[in-house]
């Protein structure tokens, strides 16, 4: 069952949420309901993809887009 919740956020944050889920197709109440499922199931069961990736690229961020192609060419030429 959908019920009602308000919130206040100021006039930019809600203009942006809403050019944000127009780009991806979908409400920001969507957006809003995902992210608190995901907020309120932690340590459950339920897992998400993106909590395994989060931070993987940590180790590239200084790097430039050369950088990073020479590394993952080493790699794939040396194994």
Known sequence: MK???????DKSTIEAAKEYALKK????SEI?????????????KKEFVSDRLIGILKQY???T????????LKGKHNA
Do not use: A, H
């Not at 197709?25 to 920001?28: A, I, K, L, N, R």
């Open 3 to 9: 019920t009602t919740l308000n919130l206040r956020f």
């Open 25 to 28: 197709q979908t409400s920001v």
């Open 32 to 44: 809003v309901e995902t992210y608190l499922k995901k907020l309120t199931t932690r340590g459950q």
């Open 61 to 63: 961020k200084n790097l």
């Open 65 to 72: 887009d050369k950088e990073i192609k020479e590394r993952y």
